[in-house]
């Protein structure tokens, strides 16, 4: 990247030359913005790895039989696909990439509380990464148990699970950290005057986020290193055959796991509550409302993880237990899309790039979030329990809330994170695509599901083919959209125009400072008389 | 108000400390990285603290599961135990405790060469804990329980399950002793280069928060596998 400089009154954060040159002026960069950017970085790398990866799946699925790759691959396939994509791609992904840049710009600071550990959180993700893709290649093959690590099957393969929950741990460990700085910075970085009703509603849900990673990511961590453990000593904790309850793992996963589908949604969330009232000109539509819910569903959220375990033998007062909980989660769920649309109304909408992701978002999480309830009901749950609903609902919740939102942010800060502007009709053209093949692929899974097609099945009856065969040409419009919009902010990135300090009109503090930004962000620490999105148009009206 | 506390505390040590404001810094230091802010350390601290006691959590959880399930196979378990080298430890523990905190509050005080001392025998006391649990382990292990050994497979399922936990929870306690006395060395020498000095020893009071947190895990594992039969 060669970048001039764009104005001669300041040195932006990329023209900033410090203690080390070359590589290692980044990679020893404590600088939040910096590391912000190297996590969007090494996070796209591991997403289009990923995607990769979903594309041979899918091309093994086009027809019955062995199409592309045996069984065991396969096996390998999903799993790799699921570790990369979450624990490498959607639960950093917006925390640690755009929350770094832009909570301590949105709050006034000049960076997080503690930078020097917050450049350790980046190479312990790095670690993670590196140990993760390595233990593809080592002896004992990559890992077959499915994300999900469930034992005894875990403790039984010989294939590198060790390796891969290493991997997981470290990656855990990353996230903690993050956790902890945010949390931190928000209790003690607020510039003058910004209370914490004044907080842009990105930061409330990088915060509630920030507590779900402190509190629930620990338990996960001591049920990995425990599983390692029992492979290496056979310690029994696990292990049926020495008196260990599989049931337990199952229990102590999800007490983590099912926290980390928060950790995942709720910073998209915060993303939508800012992209909406810049491009509808309009405050946002109970800002009180859309914070709390964020602490609700950061609460409840505790509540809920035994609704994966439905099947697994369980006391009836138990599973009415934890569905009724799934249901709540629900209702502050609704809370937000409600005020969202609320928001629009009346609002004077622009629909540009990042609000054609928003409606794309809040359409998809919709299917996402009903399906939801379809699985969170005892007894629909037993008919659609592990088939492709399932695997359709956490397609249509990760990758059509999370995903689309992170590209969606892409498009929204690209210019302030680079200085330069994209080519919108380029970008509008591969929204469209994305759109389309992103519900031939994953719709059809619900069909294929209600029907009784079983998920991480490699093989299928010929009554599905039809079904099957949509979802792969859907999925190859979807990846031809991701890979046109990719290759627009790329060409952006090179050669794009300049942009200028406020391309959307949007009143948070990280549209005052010039784009790129200067190293320390701010000059002078702006001092905060009024909430965050009061436009100047609207001002009147009120 | 808990700005006002901490004032109160180290005014008492009768020395200045630097204006704690972290807003006030960012807007007068050149870089932002300069900045200091003790109530923040602390804070960040604390939340480190909690996450260690929610890992050490998921393991309480499982000596309650399967206490519940395997009462009987865990109390006669317990009984291969040595209650007096537990106890040993626990006495141990709980006075590097007290050294540790003295050691802050000499340092407070200006107190270089006490506070110095104190931190040599907590990490001394660290040292005694785990030559302790050498034994006590060594013993065992002579007697044949181990993960995986033929003589604890020879036992009852419940038996298996309260020695893998109790391997797991000692064991997992040990590191972060070991990890604990790396902190204090650090430490130790840190005062000695006067780093850490009468005006700014948030780094070791960090230290101590963080020795308090083992110190009080084990006061829960030793009845939990020594005392309770």
């Known amino acids: 990247m060669t970048h001039q400089a764009h104005d001669n009154s300041y040195v932006s954060y990329l023209d900033y030359k410090g203690k080390h040159s070359g590589i290692w002026a980044w990679l020893l960069s404590t600088d939040h913005k910096r590391i912000g950017l190297m996590y969007l970085t090494g996070i796209m790398l591991f997403f289009v790895a990923g995607m990769s990866l979903g594309f041979v799946m899918k091309t093994e699925m086009l027809s019955r039989g062995e199409t592309l790759v045996d069984a065991q691959t396969y096996n390998a396939l999903f799993t790799l696909h699921g570790v990369i994509m979450i624990f490498l791609v959607i639960i950093p992904g917006i925390p640690a990439a755009f929350g770094n840049f832009f909570l301590p710009i949105q709050i006034g600071a000049k960076d997080v509380s503690f930078p020097r550990l917050n450049l350790f959180s980046f190479w312990l993700y790095m670690a993670g990464g590196v140990v993760a893709l390595s233990s593809l290649f080592l002896q004992g093959g990559p890992i077959d148990t499915g994300w999900t690590f469930y034992v005894p099957y875990s403790l039984r393969t010989n294939t590198n699970v060790s390796l891969a929950l290493l991997a997981a741990f470290l990656l855990g460990f990353s996230s903690i950290l993050t956790g902890l700085n945010f949390i931190t910075t928000v209790h003690r970085l607020r510039a003058p005057g910004m209370g914490f009703f004044r907080m842009p509603l990105f930061i409330w849900a990088l915060y509630s986020t920030a507590w779900i990673q402190v509190i629930a990511t620990p338990v996960i961590g001591i049920t990995i290193v425990l599983v390692i453990v029992e492979r290496l000593f056979s310690i029994g904790i696990f292990d049926p055959a020495l008196g260990g309850d599989p049931i337990l793992f199952q229990h102590l996963f999800w007490i983590y796991s099912h926290p980390a589908v928060y950790i995942m949604i709720l910073p998209a969330m915060g993303v939508v509550s800012e992209i909406i009232p810049t491009f509808a000109k309009r405050t946002i539509f109970g800002y009180k409302a859309i914070a709390f819910s964020s602490l609700a569903i950061a609460f409840i959220g505790y509540f809920v993880w035994a609704h994966h375990m439905f099947t697994s033998g369980m006391s009836d007062l138990a599973r009415i237990i934890f569905s009724l909980f799934t249901f709540l989660v629900a209702i502050p769920s609704g809370v937000k899309v409600f005020n969202w649309v609320a928001t629009l109304y009346k609002g004077s909408i622009e629909p540009r790039v990042p609000f054609l992701f928003v409606m794309m978002f809040i359409f998809l999480f919709s299917i996402g979030g009903l399906t939801g309830l379809v699985l969170g009901n005892l007894a629909t749950n037993i008919h659609t329990h592990g088939t492709y609903f399932v695997v359709a609902h956490f397609h249509y919740v990760m990758f059509g809330g999370t995903v689309i939102i992170l590209f969606g942010a892409l498009h929204y800060w690209f210019p302030k994170m680079f200085g330069r502007m994209y080519n919108e009709k380029v970008a509008t053209v591969s929204v469209i695509l994305i759109f389309i093949g992103f519900n031939g692929l994953y719709f059809t899974m619900f069909i294929l599901g209600y029907m009784g097609m079983p998920r991480r099945y490699w093989d299928y009856l010929p009554e599905y083919q039809l079904l099957h065969t949509i979802s792969a040409i859907g999925a190859y419009i979807l990846i031809a959209g991701i890979l046109l919009m990719l290759h627009n902010l790329w060409k952006a990135l090179r050669k794009g125009p300049k942009a200028v300090q406020n391309p959307w009109g949007g009143v948070t503090l990280e549209w005052t400072v010039p784009s790129p930004p200067p190293l320390e962000n701010f000059d002078e620490i702006p001092i905060i008389t009024h909430g965050p999105y009061e436009f100047p148009e609207a001002k009147g009206v009120k | ?229």
């Open chain 2, 1 to 229: 108000m808990r700005e006002a506390t901490y004032n109160e505390q180290v005014t008492d040590g009768t020395m200045n400390i630097k204006e704690t404001n972290p807003i006030s810094h960012a807007v007068s230091e050149p870089h932002p990285h300069v900045h200091r802010d003790d109530i923040g350390s602390k804070l960040g601290m604390w939340l480190f603290l909690f996450t260690e006691i929610l890992l050490f959590g998921g393991l309480f959880i499982l000596y309650m599961a399967y206490r519940f399930q395997y009462s009987e196979a865990f109390h006669i378990a317990a009984r291969d135990l040595n209650v007096n080298i537990g106890t040993l430890n626990t006495i141990i523990l709980l006075t590097s405790s007290l050294t540790m905190a003295l050691s802050i509050a000499a340092i407070q005080k200006g107190k270089r060469i006490l506070s110095m001392t104190l931190i040599a025998s907590t990490i001394a006391f660290a040292a005694a804990f785990m030559v302790n649990k050498y034994f006590e382990w060594g013993a065992k292990f002579a007697h044949g329980i181990y993960p995986g050994s033929s003589h604890l497979l020879e036992k009852e399922k419940g038996e298996i399950i309260f020695f893998g936990l109790y391997y797991s929870m000692t064991g997992l306690h040990g590191i972060h002793v070991m990890v604990g006395i790396i902190l204090l060395s650090i430490m130790f020498v840190s005062v000695w280069r006067g780093k850490t000095n009468p005006d700014k020893f948030i780094i070791l009071e960090n230290s101590g928060l963080y020795w308090h947190l083992v110190d009080l895990i084990w006061i829960f594992l030793f009845p939990l596998f020594y005392l309770i039969h």
